[in-house]
């Protein structure tokens, strides 16, 4: 099974500096195409994260874990009933980051939540996506065994750039997360919804440097002109934190208690 391995450099930046910070990568990037396709350059994404009774995975963020993870579900922009949406698992290793990605039809996927249909049904391991029904089982395994359910959806715009020079074996991207933003407690029908959203990080964006194997030269002062800092980021524990869904115990606090579908994950 091939996972691609990357490493996350994260800034809180004041978006007083974001035209400054555009200006001076300028030379060194270009935007993401799909992005570039935007009217507003930039797009939404949407994760609807998981998390086990005693949320592990806001715990062991917190506690700074070497080995940890995150399973999210995630689409992009508005619902067209078309949608594809992406199965992930996130691990951390120390300092490097490996995913677990398979795409799937949103449609698709609520059938299988709802026990309508096998995943196998949907997925199959070959071409493009060699190790989509491994990893969309992964997905499963981990919801099933560690009895996760949808915590919160972390909403924000991203504005993506990716080198001007071609080096497929860095895989650079930056990327500005603007507007973050979160809904406690969704079903899976919910990615697309912003009801009861709460916005976080007033005043800030997030900036994200990511890489295969090093951070290019450029970068560093770029980073030290607009007096940056490297920080830990988690959007999740931030969209937590905003709804105070978390008390010292370390157990739910219900805003509401909805649960992914009527009849699913009893």
Known sequence: MSVELRYEYKYF???????????????????????ASQPDKHYTVRSIYFDTPDFECYWTKLAHNKHRNKVRLRG??????????????????????????AAILFEDFKKVARSENKLEDFLTNDGKMKDALDNGKRFWYNVYARKMKPVVTVIYEREPFLSSY??????????????????????????????????????HFILEVKFNQFCPAWMKPIIGVLNLHKESASKYC???????????????????????FRNSFD
């Open 13 to 35: 930046v004041p978006m007083t500096k974001i035209d400054m910070l555009r200006d001076m990568i300028r030379p060194y990037t270009v935007l993401d195409k799909f992005a």
């Open 76 to 101: 992009y922009n508005l619902e067209d009933g078309k949608n594809l949406v992406f199965m992930e698992i996130k691990r951390k290793y120390e300092a490097p980051i490996l995913k677990n990605r």
């Open 166 to 203: 071609n080096n497929p074996t860095n895989n650079l991207r930056i990327t500005f997360d603007k507007n973050l933003r979160g809904c406690p407690y969704p079903t899976i029908d919910d990615l697309f919804s912003e009801k009861h959203v709460q916005p976080t990080l007033s005043g």
């Open 238 to 260: 931030m969209c937590i934190d905003a709804h105070n869904m978390i008390k010292t115990s370390g157990r739910y606090e219900t805003l509401s208690h909805g649960k992914m």
